[in-house]
């Protein structure tokens, strides 16, 4: 059992940026994929971006060139820059991670991030 803890979330203004991290409670190294997903009111949970263990990333096509994913497998940290911050990125961002392709995922309790001026 892999236990998440994001942090980072808070309120910032169009234009801005803020830095979002996932701690897992073991070692990352061999998990498949890590990632980032996130939840708006009224809507439902969407990918915002991910990295698997051999370093290979997704993105949201609403996010790509804004937002970068890391991962830390030595400190068992990902972490989540997002830049050119909009109010449409205004969600619930939730840590994810997946130790096999066919496992079910492993989620953090998530972060509030609220863009507004």
């Known amino acids: 059992q892999v236990q998440l803890v994001e942090s980072g979330g808070g309120l910032v203004q169009p234009g801005g940026s803020l830095s979002l991290s996932c701690a897992a409670s073991g070692s990352i190294s061999s998990i498949y994929s890590t990632g980032w997903y996130r939840q708006a009111p009224g809507k439902q949970r969407e990918l915002v971006a991910t990295?698997?263990?051999?370093?290979?990333?997704t993105y949201a096509d609403s996010v790509r060139g804004r937002f970068t994913i890391s991962r830390d497998n030595a400190e068992n940290t990902v972490s989540l820059q997002m830049n050119l911050l909009k109010p449409g990125d205004t969600a619930v961002y939730y840590c994810n991670m997946r130790k096999f392709p066919w496992s079910s995922p492993y989620w953090g309790q998530g972060t509030q991030v609220t863009v507004s001026s």
């Open positions: 990295i698997t263990r051999d370093s290979i990333t």
